[in-house]
């Protein structure tokens, strides 16, 4: 029997597909992939981007860092918006939410997640944005 907790973050997946972006996009894929998400990888902006226009209709969540190698997280936030309107992105970075906001990163309304976080933080900004979104959600 699996731990109440354990079981508990488990439930918010219901099969869907994840886009995360990140320099250390594998350790991200674990952790979704342990709350049940199907996850696509990429590690530059510039390769999401492309990965995400052969797949965006398969996606229901893009998770990415800010501050990329080639296209920013911002940049690639607004080239999806073109792509798929209303996709939702939650952006993450080690600098806090004022700071990116402030040194033009990230915009003051985009959901944001601050790194270091534990799992469950990940699962519950996740779970919440893909809750919030409209129409059907991207499954496998």
């Known amino acids: 029997?699996?731990?109440?907790?354990?079981?508990?973050?488990?439930?918010?997946?219901?099969?869907e597909r994840l886009a995360a972006i990140a320099a250390r996009v594998h350790t991200l894929a674990r952790v979704l992939e342990g709350?049940?998400?199907s996850v696509l990888l990429a590690e530059s902006g510039t390769e999401a981007l492309a990965l995400l226009e052969r797949h965006a209709e398969r996606v229901g969540l893009v998770l990415t860092?800010?501050?990329?190698?080639?296209?920013?997280?911002?940049?690639l936030g607004r080239r999806l918006a073109e792509i798929r309107p209303g996709l939702p992105v939650l952006f993450m970075s080690g600098y806090p939410a004022d700071e990116a906001v402030r040194n033009g990163l990230l915009l003051e309304h985009q959901p944001f997640i601050q790194k270091?976080?534990?799992?469950?933080?990940?699962?519950?900004?996740v779970r919440s944005l893909l809750d919030r979104a409209p129409g059907k959600r991207a499954q496998e």
């Open 65 to 75: 860092d800010v501050a990329m190698a080639g296209i920013s997280g911002r940049e």
């Open 35 to 37: 709350e049940g998400y």
């Open 116 to 125: 270091p976080f534990v799992p469950a933080a990940l699962a519950e900004a």
């Open 1 to 15: 029997v699996a731990p109440p907790e354990k079981k508990r973050i488990t439930e918010r997946a219901r099969g």
